[in-house]
């Protein structure tokens, strides 16, 4: 008899010890929800450092309503693990240089999943291109004004050792007032002292690679439309 | 075998019913319920109290780091700071809990038998005048918040959780409640003063009165002047530009009448006018000045400013030198013989032909400016408890005919003279050294013993009111009220004190100016160029800024015998090597984002802007 309850006790624990392992443990997340912000196929570009360009996801359904935040590199790419499941993606309020647009976006997320976010950017830089003669230099690329009604607030041309540049993470910026600035091709002329070439030479030299970038912001936006990263060969 | 059991199931009976006798139930003695607590006008005062230690929010003198966040002062402690851009949540409040005890007390305090009803009305004044400045604090972070009345909420079962959620009310909304609740608190408290100005009475009511409209008015117009407003869509945030004349009007209002009737004078008995500026700020016997303060006392209630950043010189115990201020403040003191007065001005270091500007003594370049420089600064030869506190960075010799700079070792000697100074300041990545070129002075305490680490420490308090505000206030409600005479006349009364030349006309920039020097670590700034839409013009993030970024000035003794600059001073302007980064404000920290949790326990509220 006393040897049956032991038994008993013993099966019931182990049972219950098994059992226990599967209710409260989940797998980590495999799906890719993977991305990028573009505007008419074109990605739009942005700061990448410091979680600047977010965007949230929403999961309706579960008792707390706290979003999932993605950070935007500053391609305009982004990707995160999620759970498959039906959610909604919408911006940050009035967080990227583009038109503020809280439209939701649902999202199936099954196995690996892409999506778009269609937004109006209100510049957009291509071809930029820069050249470093002795101390003179230029930077120039074409401004395309997506948004009639908006006004430059200011530029920056800037360079850094790292493709991780921007208007705040640089080893060098020139700011360029907006009057200097309009739509259409723009040639700004830069002028280094001897310090800054020197220094620049040092840079290149350490690091085999000098990136050049430009930003213009709009007076409406709180963040700058950038261009591509270009190379700069000393 | 079966013995046993039943003795232990006989013995574990006796047990169960011996428990019934209530030998486990006595009543707790250190927990009161509210009948007993406001039964007596010693244990009322008691609660009173505890509500008056919670409301230090913000910059506090037990956190020496909370005054660096700025370009008032700089970390020198260790490393480099890499502080670049501000928390969504810095310095945010959401003490519901607070005002939830404020409501308790107000509660029981109208059901008690203990006072007269005439007695009852200073202490109910009381309670809603720190209720008042607990929603200020909420509200000048966040924008408007849920406004939560006078009743006590009791909770009975779930489904009473959706009556206790409130929505947002509007920024204006959540301001007017302030004005109106200290305007009652004025009408219930005494205008007499309090010891140290601990306790608030009529006249604290009165100021943050004045100062939750100045705050409302420049929000309602600075706001509205970016090109794009920050505001959400149901006004939470975003006070409506027609209001801002309505507001200035009462700032005045309530700043004049604290000017012309309360008991409290800009204090202006010392005829040195830097020591004054101190005395008047930091010294509680016989003040005039200040109208509210957190007071501290020993034994059981100091502070570790002055043992956390007095100069190695001094230093009580191990503890000295974690932060200074930076050149950017020291820069923003006007110099006393001046054409714009009213404006700071760079120090002079080197000539246009890019040789240096010598000195006679260290203290020269600040002797010759704003005495409250003297006030709030401790500056190169600068008189901190009777000796002149020392900072020298290194000697400026003459090696083959050129000026060179020289540093070493703290407290090293070369030419039979300081090479560099015990305190620095020197470049380093150690701690318990001088790195900015400066010292605080506003707030540490001269009194001996005060950097103790343990033991005495220092009793200085916290101001949170001084009656100069008052005059601040006034001068730039009549300023955007259109009255640069009055401006003009208030704005005097606070320079006059300072030693600084009246202006004859005033402008926009030498009233963002006046309150920088004036107020400089007493937590204003930070708010002021909040209200005034300038932090993310100043703090632009622009590593080349002079403004954004850190700067220090170290100086250097002259030791070269026989040249005519022999024993004359050099100083060195550079960037704050500590502070790589530029302070970058971005205009979402114009508010404090709402807490995914308070979210998630109150669907009502809306999230603020760009979050």
Redesign the interface.
């Known amino acids: 008899m006393k040897k049956i309850i032991i038994k008993t006790a013993a099966f019931a624990t182990l049972i219950a010890g098994l059992s226990a392992c599967g209710y409260d443990n989940f797998n980590e997340p495999e799906s890719t929800l993977k991305g990028s912000i573009q505007y008419n196929g074109q990605n739009v570009r942005v700061k990448g450092t410091?979680n600047t360009i977010q965007l949230q996801l929403y999961q309706s359904g579960y008792?707390?309503?706290?979003?999932i935040t993605i950070y935007v590199d500053q391609d305009g790419n982004f990707s995160t693990k999620l759970f498959n499941g039906d959610y909604k993606l919408v911006t940050?309020?009035?967080?990227g240089p583009w038109v503020n647009n809280r439209d939701t976006i649902e999202v199936k997320v099954k196995g690996n999943t892409s999506i778009t976010v269609n937004v109006t950017p209100y510049f957009i830089i291509s071809n930029p291109t820069c050249s470093l003669n002795g101390s003179s230099g230029s930077a120039s690329f074409n401004i395309e004004q997506v948004v009639s009604s908006t006004t430059i607030s200011y530029g920056y041309v800037i360079v850094g050792h790292t493709s991780l540049i921007d208007?705040?993470n640089?080893d060098?910026?020139f700011?360029i007032p907006a009057s200097y600035l309009h739509t259409g091709s723009n040639t700004i002329p830069v002028t280094l002292t001897s310090e800054q070439q020197s220094s620049l030479k040092a840079l290149y030299d350490r690091y085999k690679k000098i990136s050049v970038r430009m930003s213009i912001r709009s007076?409406?936006a709180?963040e700058s439309n950038y261009s591509e990263i270009i190379n700069l060969t000393l | 075998m079966r013995k046993f059991t039943n003795i232990l199931l006989i013995a574990s009976f006796m047990v169960m019913l011996g428990s019934c006798k209530g030998f486990l139930d006595q009543k707790p003695d250190n927990i009161y319920n509210s009948d007993e607590v406001f039964g007596d006008e010693v244990m009322i005062k008691s609660v009173l109290a505890n509500l008056y230690g919670r409301v230090n929010y913000g910059i506090n003198l037990n956190d020496s780091y909370s005054f660096t966040y700025i370009d008032e002062a700089a970390k020198m402690d260790g490393g480099p700071d890499n502080l670049h851009t501000y928390s969504d949540a810095l310095w945010r409040v959401y003490d519901y809990g607070f005002v939830r005890n404020c409501n308790q007390f107000l509660q029981s305090l109208a059901e008690t038998r203990a006072l007269t009803d005439e007695q009852k009305k200073p202490y109910e004044g009381e309670v809603r005048f720190l209720r008042a400045w607990c929603y200020f604090n909420m509200i000048r972070g966040l924008g408007g918040v849920p406004l939560m009345g006078d009743e006590v909420y009791s909770y009975n079962r779930p489904e009473d959780v959706l009556a206790y959620t409130k929505a947002r009310a509007t920024e204006a909304e959540s301001y007017n409640y302030v004005i109106d609740e200290c305007e009652a608190a004025y009408n219930l408290m005494k205008g007499d003063k309090t010891t140290h100005s601990a306790r608030a009475n009529k006249w604290t009511a009165r100021i943050l009165e004045a100062r939750a409209a100045i705050y409302a008015a420049s929000l309602a117009k600075y706001n509205n002047l970016l090109t794009t407003p920050i505001q959400t869509s149901g006004h939470e945030v975003g006070i409506p530009a027609e209001l801002a004349s309505e507001y200035y009007n009462m700032a005045l209002t309530a700043a004049k009448d604290v000017i012309e009737n309360s008991p409290y004078v800009i204090q202006d008995n010392d005829p040195d006018k830097g020591k004054n500026f101190y005395n008047a700020i930091c010294i509680k016997d016989n003040n005039t000045e200040v109208m509210w303060a957190h007071d501290y006392y020993y034994p059981g209630s100091t502070v570790s400013f002055s043992n956390a950043n007095i100069p190695s010189q001094y230093k009580d115990d191990i503890d000295n030198s974690y932060a200074g201020p930076v050149l950017n403040l020291v820069e923003m003191f006007e110099p006393l013989d001046t054409d714009e007065p009213g404006k700071g001005a760079p120090f002079k270091t080197k000539n246009a032909d890019g040789s240096y500007v010598f000195y006679n003594s260290c203290s020269e370049p600040f002797d010759d400016r704003d005495p409250r420089l003297y006030g709030t600064v401790l500056y190169p030869g600068g008189t901190f408890r009777g000796t002149a506190c020392e900072l020298q960075a290194g000697q400026l010799n003459l090696v083959n005919g050129q000026w060179t700079l020289n540093v070493g070792e703290l407290g090293s000697r070369a030419n039979d003279d300081i090479l560099t100074s015990m305190n620095g300041p020197k470049h380093s990545n150690q701690q318990y050294v001088n790195k900015t070129g400066f010292f605080f002075r506003k707030f540490l305490d001269e009194s001996p013993g005060s950097s103790m680490r343990n033991g005495a420490r220092s009793t200085m308090w916290w101001p949170y009111f001084r009656i100069s505000e008052a005059y601040t206030i006034a001068c730039e409600a009549s300023f955007e009220l259109g009255s640069n005479a009055d401006a003009v006349k208030y704005i005097n009364v606070v320079r006059k004190r300072a030693g600084v030349q009246d202006l004859s006309a005033i402008t926009f920039e030498n009233i963002v100016h006046e309150n920088a020097v004036e107020f400089a670590f007493e937590f204003h700034r930070w708010w002021d160029l909040k209200r005034w839409r300038l932090s993310h013009v100043i703090f632009d993030g622009d590593a080349t800024s002079s403004i954004a970024r850190n700067r220090c000035l170290w100086p250097y003794k002259v030791v070269a015998p026989g040249n005519e600059h022999n024993g004359q001073w050099v100083f060195v302007e550079d960037e704050y090597f500590m502070y790589p980064n530029a302070h970058y404000f971005q205009m979402r920290n114009y508010y404090n984002f709402i807490s995914d949790d308070w979210m998630n326990k109150n669907r009502l509220l809306v999230r603020n802007p760009y979050q």
């Open positions: 410091g008792e707390l309503k706290s979003p940050k309020d009035k967080n208007e705040q640089n060098a910026a700011q007076t409406e709180s």
